[in-house]
């Protein structure tokens, strides 16, 4: 067992590199939870192996590669379903808690569309605090989606951010007298964005489409819906609710 | 160039993670210069370096959601799972290992310096170089045991016939010198 900073130091080399035997490495690891100035010794043993790999080993890679291992991870990528948590314990909890908060805050979401949108979100913030607490995750926020003119749209915004489960996000919009389909996506200031599934409107102009997944959102702050050719037909920043 | 922030390793690890293509194109920029140079000086030829690089970027991608920012710099982490393939690869074909020395020479089917924009990189890797001169030739030898032939610190007592204790202290020395040369010669260098 490693109980102390100068027994965990001697192996912390070892440790990086991978060379220790699982239950020394266990001790290590153990150690290191609750200790920063033994981190932080790690830290800068990580950095020596980086200056290490610059000098020793530093070759530009021949033409080509580069498109190789972009073709690769494409195949990969189109091979590898997009993750989802195993069923079972903490996981299906939370899928099962987040489902039904999807459910209730869609609600929430609509029935401020339809009526009181700007109040309802704010009496609610109780209700999300609430849900919150149940999920576990980091916030929710929410926007508020309107325009004029020809093709006028109203709906709300609802994102669950948390930095350990699944995150999603909700748009539910209304569009009298529009057909056909339009995008909803969810942007970072840095030029990241997440496109939601297309939001495909029915008879009564209503249409709804959501995303999930294991990111954390804390950089997206605005959501743009806009028509196939790019039209830009409403956009909203998300905030606190 | 100081080292990026976590932060910005997180979100691009998150990126990535997401099968965001500028991320991969990202990383590799950042990294495949030295997998690929890892391949050549521990697998021996370009064939296996290039499968090395392939490799290292798939596994880095299914293992994205691993990278704990707070466990050490994203470079380190890479750095560390092309290495630990390419003693994977090194078991598997029973090669004999080899020194640094028999195959760091320049290869001649290297491509041309690239622009302007590797300059800084370059700039590094020759502080890297100047701080790396700086190892006694024992500390030297024991951390290439250690990181290239994936030898414990027994294992590099055992070949360098010398206790321990000192095998330990020569790779520990080795990597903590190298951190402290590099501050040094940025600090001349700024």
Same mark, same amino acid.
């Given at each position: 067992?490693?109980?102390?900073?100068?027994?965990?130091?001697?192996?912390?080399?070892? *440790?990086?590199?991978?060379?220790?035997?699982?239950?020394?490495?266990?001790?290590?690891?153990? *150690?290191?939870?609750?200790?920063?100035?033994?981190?932080?010794?790690?830290?800068?043993?990580?950095?020596?192996?980086?200056?290490?790999?610059?000098?020793?080993?530093?070759?530009?890679?021949?033409?080509?590669?580069?498109?190789?291992?972009?073709?690769?991870?494409?195949?990969?990528?189109?091979?590898?379903?997009?993750?989802?948590?195993?069923?079972?314990?903490?996981?299906?909890?939370?899928?099962?808690?987040?489902?039904?908060?999807?459910?209730?805050?869609?609600?929430?979401?609509?029935?401020?569309?339809?009526?009181?949108?700007?109040?309802?979100?704010?009496?609610?913030?109780?209700?999300?605090?609430?849900?919150?607490?149940?999920?576990?995750?980091?916030?929710?926020?929410?926007?508020?989606?309107?325009?004029?003119?020809?093709?006028?749209?109203?709906?709300?915004?609802?994102?669950?951010?948390? *930095?350990?489960?699944?995150?999603?996000?909700?748009?539910?919009?209304?569009?009298?007298?529009?057909?056909?389909?339009?995008?909803?996506?969810?942007?970072?200031?840095?030029?990241?964005?997440?496109?939601?599934?297309?939001?495909?409107?029915?008879?009564?102009?209503?249409?709804?489409?959501?995303?999930?997944?294991?990111?954390?959102?804390?950089?997206?702050?605005?959501?743009?819906?806009?028509?196939?050719?790019?039209?830009?037909?409403?956009?909203?920043?998300?905030?606190?609710? | 160039?100081?080292?990026?922030?976590?932060?910005?390793?997180?979100?691009?690890?998150?990126?990535?993670?997401?099968?965001?293509?500028?991320?991969?194109?990202?990383?590799?920029?950042?990294?495949?210069?030295?997998?690929?140079?890892?391949?050549?000086?521990?697998?021996?030829?370009?064939?296996?370096?290039?499968?090395?690089?392939?490799?290292?970027?798939?596994?880095?991608?299914?293992?994205?959601?691993?990278?704990?920012?707070?466990?050490?710099?994203?470079?380190?982490?890479?750095?560390?799972?092309?290495?630990?393939?390419?003693?994977?690869?090194?078991?598997?074909?029973?090669?004999?290992?080899?020194?640094?020395?028999?195959?760091?020479?320049?290869?001649?089917?290297?491509?041309?310096?690239?622009?302007?924009?590797?300059?800084?990189?370059?700039?590094?890797?020759?502080?890297?170089?100047?701080?790396?001169?700086?190892?006694?030739?024992?500390?030297?030898?024991?951390?290439?045991?250690?990181?290239?032939?994936?030898?414990?610190?027994?294992?590099?007592?055992?070949?360098?016939?010398?206790?321990?204790?000192?095998?330990?202290?020569?790779?520990?020395?080795?990597?903590?010198?190298?951190?402290?040369?590099?501050?040094?010669?940025?600090?001349?260098?700024?």
């Amino acid at each position: 067992v490693t109980s102390t900073c100068d027994e965990a130091r001697a192996l912390l080399p070892e *440790h990086l590199l991978g060379t220790l035997e699982e239950e020394a490495d266990e001790g290590v690891r153990r *150690h290191l939870r609750g200790c920063a100035s033994c981190r932080a010794e790690m830290a800068a043993l990580g950095e020596g192996i980086a200056t290490f790999a610059r000098a020793a080993h530093d070759r530009p890679p021949p033409d080509g590669l580069k498109d190789r291992v972009m073709t690769v991870l494409g195949e990969e990528w189109r091979e590898q379903p997009v993750a989802i948590p195993a069923a079972g314990g903490r996981a299906r909890l939370a899928w099962a808690a987040a489902a039904a908060a999807a459910v209730l805050v869609a609600a929430l979401a609509w029935g401020g569309v339809q009526t009181r949108r700007a109040s309802v979100a704010a009496a609610d913030a109780g209700s999300y605090r609430n849900l919150l607490e149940v999920l576990g995750g980091e916030e929710f926020r929410l926007g508020e989606l309107s325009s004029e003119g020809p093709d006028r749209l109203e709906g709300s915004v609802v994102l669950y951010d948390s *930095h350990v489960d699944q995150s999603w996000v909700v748009v539910l919009v209304r569009a009298p007298g529009m057909f056909g389909t339009a995008t909803a996506t969810l942007e970072a200031d840095d030029g990241r964005s997440i496109e939601m599934r297309p939001l495909e409107f029915g008879e009564t102009g209503s249409a709804a489409t959501w995303w999930v997944g294991p990111n954390d959102l804390r950089a997206y702050d605005h959501v743009e819906i806009a028509r196939p050719d790019g039209t830009l037909l409403a956009a909203t920043a998300i905030v606190p609710a | 160039m100081r080292s990026r922030e976590p932060e910005s390793d997180a979100a691009l690890m998150r990126a990535f993670s997401r099968r965001d293509v500028r991320a991969a194109d990202t990383l590799f920029e950042r990294f495949a210069s030295r997998i690929y140079g890892l391949g050549i000086v521990m697998l021996g030829n370009e064939a296996a370096a290039q499968d090395l690089v392939q490799d290292t970027f798939v596994k880095v991608w299914r293992n994205a959601e691993r990278y704990d920012t707070s466990r050490g710099r994203l470079e380190t982490w890479v750095l560390l799972v092309a290495r630990s393939l390419a003693i994977d690869s090194l078991r598997r074909r029973v090669l004999e290992a080899r020194s640094l020395e028999a195959t760091g020479r320049p290869h001649e089917s290297d491509p041309a310096p690239g622009p302007d924009e590797v300059a800084a990189t370059r700039d590094m890797t020759e502080r890297a170089r100047r701080a790396m001169g700086t190892l006694s030739g024992e500390q030297r030898a024991a951390l290439e045991l250690a990181y290239f032939g994936g030898k414990t610190s027994a294992e590099v007592a055992e070949l360098e016939g010398i206790p321990l204790g000192t095998a330990k202290t020569r790779i520990r020395t080795a990597l903590l010198r190298l951190r402290e040369a590099l501050e040094e010669h940025r600090d001349v260098d700024v």
